[in-house]
């Protein structure tokens, strides 16, 4: 069962796994923590319980089945909530893959990391990208079905690049969807772990015969990602899509300032030691999705990358691309990248939103646009990125026909 916990006004995905023995798991992703055994376990028609031992506390969960979906109570340690969670075939989550996809594989020494080969019709080779998905649990088609996300922008983009005749490879994350198991629990994430996949995407892309040059396409987070890897693999282009400029560190600062005086300043203090490299291991419940020790590795190792240093070291022809409508990630951040790289191309495109589409400014209208996978992309975005794309990895020759 896939879902979130929501308390003091965060939200914390959440994978709940009931065992035909009357046992159980959690798995909390964002912390890196998996196969945590559940305790007193009830389902009593409609009601559903049990508990999680958390160190010295006990979390409650405390809700009602009805169709696919248990909602309820969440407590820990004072801390009130709720929670949801829904069978993955209850319709929230869509196809990892599109018809005509092929299913590619990258071997790792810690697991399989599974994707889609989106290849287009004709005689080949072809020119690829690798397309590296955001942050969070979000999936190789660009949606984080456990956080009711569902809009297909990656996947719609696989399916646009292919029409114009490029190849495209788009994958699940360690830890995420089809690459679960790639994550080991005895080895907590990194965000140079993340680099190194995407960069040994790339180096296999580069001998597969099918396959002429190779760009790498990088989606919120996954934009950072993708210019570390795209430098490390000698890529021979990059596009940073919705990126951030700012270091990791400085926007989570930022956040902390809506907090209680009380919980920011103890969370500003956890990010300074966390920046020094140094693990916090008194960290209040309130702050642990964010800053627990299970997430502080990633932290530590995310925070050695600042996006403007790592974007001016790139060669490769770079294109920066920001829509104007993105609530999550404001156009000034596509603006200080290109600042940094004087020589990149930049498109802010009017109307579009984080996750591609053209969407109202009315930030409810906006975020309504996240969760329905029928609206097109930006048609702007596919005019400058297949143009670009084009005219770095096509020949002369072959465009020549229009």
Known sequence: WQGRVTIEGRNLDIVVHFKADGSGTIDIPSEQAYGLSLEKISFKPPNVAFDLQAGSDV??????????????KFQQAGHKGTFSIVKPNAGTATSVSAAGDIPVVLRTPTGD???????????????????????????????????????????????????????SVRYDKRGVGASAAA????HPLLFSDLINDAAAWVDNLKKDKRFTKVGVIGYGQGSLVGMVAAKNSDAALFVSIAGWAEPAQVRLTAQMQAQPPSIRTNAIAII????????????????????????????????????????????????IIQGANDLDVSAKQG????????????????????????????P?????????????LSSELVQVLTQFLRSVMVPISATSGG
Not at 183 to 186: D, E, G, K, Q
């Open 364 to 376: 409810q209208a906006n975020f309504a646009t996240y969760s329905n996978p029928d609206l097109p």
């Open 113 to 167: 990391l599974h994707g889609s080969l989106a290849m287009p019709k004709g005689k080949g080779p072809f020119p690829v990208v690798l397309i590296i998905s955001g942050s969070g649990n979000m999936d190789r088609n660009g949606n984080m079905p456990t956080a009711h996300v569902v809009n297909n922008d990656l996947l719609m983009l696989a399916e646009t690049l292919k029409e114009k005749g490029i190849a």
């Open 183 to 186: 994550l080991s629990p005895n």
């Open 272 to 319: 300074k030691k966390l920046e020094a490299g140094e693990t916090v291991s008194n960290v209040s419940p309130s702050l642990r999705s964010v800053l627990g020790p299970q997430r502080q590795p990633f932290l530590i190792s995310e925070f050695q990358y600042d996006p403007r240093k790592e974007i001016a070291r790139l060669t490769m022809p770079v294109m």
């Open 59 to 72: 979390a409650t969960f405390r809700g009602r089945l009805s169709g696919d979906t248990i909602d309820g």
């Open 335 to 362: 603006q200080e990248l290109h600042r940094a790289l004087p020589g990149s191309y930049l498109d802010l495109i009017n109307g579009m939103n984080h996750v591609l589409k053209d969407s109202p400014t009315n």
